[in-house]
C-alpha cells in the first residue's frame, strides 16, 4: 500500500493522504488532500494568513452553511476572519501576490453557496467589522470600518 495517491484531473493534481497520517477529516477532494496541493504542501497561503489575523482566526474546510442566512452551502477552501482594517488589506494582498481566489462577505444575506462549496478563500467581515463611520475632513469624505 503506498503512503499517498495522486489523481490526475482537468484542473489539479490531487494528493490524497491517508486519514491517519492527516490531522484533517479527509474527505475526498474538500479535505486535507485537496487542501495540501491547493495551498500548497507546506500550507504557505495558510501560514501566512495565520501570520496576519492568527492562528484562531483562519478556520480550513469550514462549512459555508454556517455563515448564510439561507442556511446552505459547502465548505470552503479557507474561512479568514480579520480583526481590522488593515489586516483585511493584508489578507488581500496575500491572495492577490498569490494568486489565489478570494471572496469578501457580511453576514452571509443574499448570499448562496453551492454544495461543493467554494475553492478559494473567503474573507468575512461580520462580527469584527460590521460598523462604518463617514467623516468629513476638508470636504472630503473618509469612509472607515
Not at 78 to 92: G, H, S, T
Request: with cysteine; net charge negative; charged share 25%.
Amino acid at each position: 500500500m503506498r503512503k499517498y495517491d495522486f489523481i490526475n484531473d482537468d484542473d489539479f493534481t490531487w494528493l490524497f493522504v491517508p486519514k491517519a497520517q492527516s490531522s484533517f477529516d479527509c474527505k475526498g477532494k474538500k479535505g486535507a488532500s485537496y487542501l495540501l496541493h491547493r495551498f500548497g504542501m507546506e500550507g504557505n497561503m495558510i501560514n501566512k494568513l495565520k501570520a496576519i489575523v492568527g492562528d484562531a482566526n483562519v478556520y480550513q474546510n469550514e462549512d459555508m452553511c454556517k455563515h448564510t442566512t439561507f442556511k446552505v452551502g459547502g465548505p470552503a477552501d479557507l474561512f479568514v476572519v480579520p480583526q481590522d482594517i488593515e489586516q483585511v488589506k493584508q489578507v488581500v494582498e496575500a491572495c492577490k501576490e498569490n494568486n489565489e481566489e478570494y471572496y469578501i462577505i457580511g453576514k452571509g444575506s443574499n448570499l448562496l453557496v453551492g454544495d461543493k462549496g467554494y475553492r478559494g478563500i473567503i474573507i468575512c467581515l461580520y462580527g469584527t467589522l460590521d460598523r462604518v463611520e463617514v467623516s468629513e475632513v476638508n470636504g472630503e469624505f473618509f469612509v472607515t470600518a
